[in-house]
């Protein structure tokens, strides 16, 4: 499994950004994808799952301003971030498998992650 992140950088507050990871050593097309982040002396948090069929999860907290998708042909998902907030700078890590918790924090058994990409919203 090998999962590559790109896209992250620096924005300013209320920029968007469009965040790629590109999949392989899997069957992608059949494959639950999810995005996660994670600040510094913080908990991994989910950001949104998108499924085989193209249905998409987000937490309540992540409604509103993100998007996730996905290009079969290109063995690709995305994660189209909008609005963008101070508080969303993190490292943003793309993950092969769905959105699970485990007494309410990101549950990572069977989960692979990608090296992840930096985020940082800032004037």
């Known amino acids: 499994v090998r999962l590559v992140e790109s896209g992250g950088g620096l924005v300013q507050p209320g920029g968007s950004l469009r965040l790629s990871c590109a999949a392989s050593g899997f069957t992608f097309s059949t494959s639950a994808m999810s995005w996660a982040r994670q600040v510094p002396a913080k908990k991994r948090e989910w950001v949104s799952g998108?499924?085989?069929?193209?249905?998409?999860y987000y937490p309540d907290s992540m409604k509103g301003r993100f998007t996730v998708s996905r290009d079969n042909a290109k063995n690709t998902v995305y994660l189209q971030m909008n609005n963008l907030k101070p508080e969303d700078t993190a490292i943003y890590y793309c993950?092969?498998?769905?959105?699970?918790?485990?007494?309410?924090?990101?549950?990572?058994?069977?989960?692979?992650w990608g090296q992840g990409t930096q985020v940082t919203v800032s004037s």
């Open positions: 998108i499924y085989s069929d193209s249905s998409t």
């Open positions: 993950a092969l498998g769905p959105p699970q918790y485990c007494f309410g924090s990101v549950c990572e058994d069977g989960i692979s």
